[in-house]
């Protein structure tokens, strides 16, 4: 070889390794950006912007595989309108995606029109045309928990194999950070969740409380008391006293709106917060609650067939109380005051 051929060969490799060190680098500080927060919507915002700016292509997605139905959503969208894609799954083997979720493997289509495997499903819908593809798996102890597809990207030297465990490592990154942001929000969640009725907590109650005081809204509160619940359990037991709450507890989420929450306060009470609501909403909502709580029969399948009815105290803030505990007291106070006159009833601060 030539001293300026080599001079030239010798030049173009530094210059390659230099542009693959460079990438590297900007792997682990996309690693470092990720693994810094556990929220999941934070995480797909980190990803949307520091992967666009790593890899210049068309359009890339990455996928999330329901683990409910095995098949991939749309995470997150660069280069499409998310909002088209909103519906559509893709069933495991189908397309290049589907493919790559199915058998863990990554897959590099300098050309899709001549691999069988590509299917136009998307493009169909977009209007987008796919020339080329690479698809990578996400996987956490082996299991593929989505996918992240490259379209058309503009630079053709990420096809070489040299590029594939540097993808390979951004896709680990990316795989650790969503396992841990779903292993958070699963822990977050068991927290504030009753493992009675699988509704709220009382730790929720006083953060939501705080949370909607702080803000100045207007807020109804409604305690419910099932009335005469002990003799239940003392004639049935605790487990089946258990799946009555439950039932009850579903029942009564039936005449609730999106932004209600119920809570089970403790034994046999419930809590219901009415974000922006008055009294006279909150009455008009109890009424219903306590028809279709009435109007139910419990462990019908096991032929005991139990009725209840329910007690219900209704507060609210601003107009009874200056503050979370003075609010908490006067929904208690009315309730107590529904018991004493009978029980089945509804009193209003």
């Not at 595989?65 to 069933?91: N, S």
């Amino acid at each position: 070889m030539k001293e300026p051929d080599l001079v030239t060969s010798v030049a173009n490799i530094l210059e390659e390794n230099s542009i693959y060190i460079q990438h590297l680098m900007t792997c682990v500080e996309i690693g470092k950006a990720l693994t810094s927060t556990f929220n999941m919507d934070q995480i797909l915002i980190i990803i949307l912007k520091r992967l666009s700016e790593l890899i210049k292509a068309k359009n890339w997605t990455l996928f999330l595989l329901d683990p409910k139905t095995d098949e991939l959503y749309f995470g997150v969208v660069v280069g499409l309108d998310k909002g088209a894609l909103a519906d559509v799954r893709i069933a495991l083997g189908e397309g290049i995606a589907g493919t790559v979720a199915h058998t863990g493997e990554p897959i590099l289509v300098p050309e899709v029109r001549q691999d069988p495997r590509f299917s136009n499903r998307v493009d169909d819908l977009t209007g987008f045309v796919t020339h080329s593809i690479i698809c990578l798996p996400l996987k956490m102890q082996g299991a593929v928990i989505g996918v992240i597809e490259i379209v058309n990207p503009e630079d053709m030297s990420l096809f070489q194999d040299n590029f594939m465990p540097l993808l390979s490592i951004l896709a680990d990154y990316v795989a650790i950070a969503i396992h841990n942001a779903r292993t958070y929000r699963k822990i977050e969640s068991l927290s504030i969740t009753d493992d009675v009725t699988g509704y709220y907590n009382t730790r929720h109650m006083h953060q939501h409380l705080d949370q909607l005081l702080h803000q100045g809204q207007e807020v109804s509160l409604v305690f419910l008391d099932v009335d005469n619940f002990k003799e239940v359990v003392d004639s049935h037991g605790h487990l089946l006293g258990s799946r009555i709450l439950g039932d009850a507890a579903q029942i009564i989420a039936t005449k609730l709106e999106e932004n209600d929450r119920l809570v089970r306060y403790g034994g046999d009470e419930f809590v219901i917060i009415l974000p922006g609501q008055d009294k006279h909403t909150a009455f008009d909502k109890v009424v219903a609650v306590r028809k279709a709580l009435a109007d139910a029969t419990f462990l019908e399948d096991m032929e005991i067939q139990i009725r209840l009815t329910a007690s219900f105290g209704i507060a609210n803030y601003p107009g009874d109380a200056a503050d979370k505990k003075e609010l908490l007291q006067m929904a208690d106070n009315s309730l107590y005051r529904s018991k004493d006159m009978g029980k089945n009833s509804i009193t209003v601060a």
